[in-house]
């Protein structure tokens, strides 16, 4: 069964990087067939997706977080990452990785992560 | 950008209705449509995908319509389990996705 965890601090200060680890098992990052993304939600509000990596390294992120977005993918350790720079307290949300086939949805997903960002 | 919106963004039933929900996107992307049930605190549930297709473990009173622009979600029966926020989500492409802004279904 596959399982997606993320980790990562909960606390980042402004202006700060957030970075979170999402680790995967059960399955191989390698596959060519998934796709591996990070989605947050702001407390009390909708999801938002924030970007995706392929196994290869190419990337796809959201167009209003594109300028601080980087995720990047660990072969070897079955991981992929997400770093948002220049951090404010409107990027303070839960994080959740997950998986989706090529042309498909989210059908698995971690549990998510609450990041706060505050002083 | 591919705009998703759903309507209506609250809607209040009770056990035993028939519900519908709507997402309609500001452009067509097919038949490449999810729907996603969301309880508090948890991660989102996969339901439907491409459309109608109803993923495998979900109960069929769950069901999805609709290409184009326009699609639906219907619960054909509410059962206490399904009061819970409901998003679409369009996957057209391989560049982007995008989530509807969330309906959340609430007890009458």
């Known amino acids: 069964q596959l399982q997606l965890q993320e980790s990562g601090p909960g606390l980042v200060k402004p202006s700060e990087t957030l970075s979170l680890t999402c680790t995967v098992s059960?399955?191989?990052?390698?596959?060519?067939?998934?796709?591996w993304g990070w989605i947050r939600q702001p407390p009390g509000k909708g999801l938002e997706w924030i970007g995706s990596?392929?196994?290869?390294?190419?990337?796809y992120y959201t167009p209003s977080l594109k300028s601080r977005v980087i995720i990047s993918v660990d072969t070897s350790k079955n991981q992929f990452s997400l770093n948002l720079s220049s951090v404010t307290a409107a990027d303070t949300a839960v994080y959740y990785c997950?998986?989706?086939?090529?042309?498909?949805?989210?059908?698995?997903w971690g549990q998510g992560t609450l990041v706060t960002v505050s002083s | 950008d591919i705009q998703m919106t759903q309507s209506p963004s609250t809607l209040s039933a009770s056990v035993g209705d028939r519900v519908t929900i709507t997402c309609r996107a500001s452009?067509?992307?097919?038949?490449?449509l999810a729907w996603y049930q969301q309880i508090p605190g948890k991660a989102p549930k996969l339901l439907i995908y491409k459309a109608s297709s109803l993923e495998s473990g979900v109960p069929s009173r769950f069901s999805g319509s609709g290409s184009g622009t326009e699609f639906t979600l219907t619960i054909s029966s509410l059962q206490p389990d399904d009061f819970a926020t409901y998003y679409c989500q369009q996957y057209n492409g391989y560049s982007t996705w995008t989530f509807g802004q969330g309906t959340k279904v609430e007890i009458k």
């Open positions: 059960g399955g191989s990052i390698s596959s060519s067939s998934y796709y």
């Open positions: 997950a998986r989706n086939n090529v042309v498909g949805p989210y059908d698995y």
């Open positions: 990596i392929y196994f290869s390294g190419s990337t």
């Open positions: 452009q067509s992307i097919s038949r490449w």
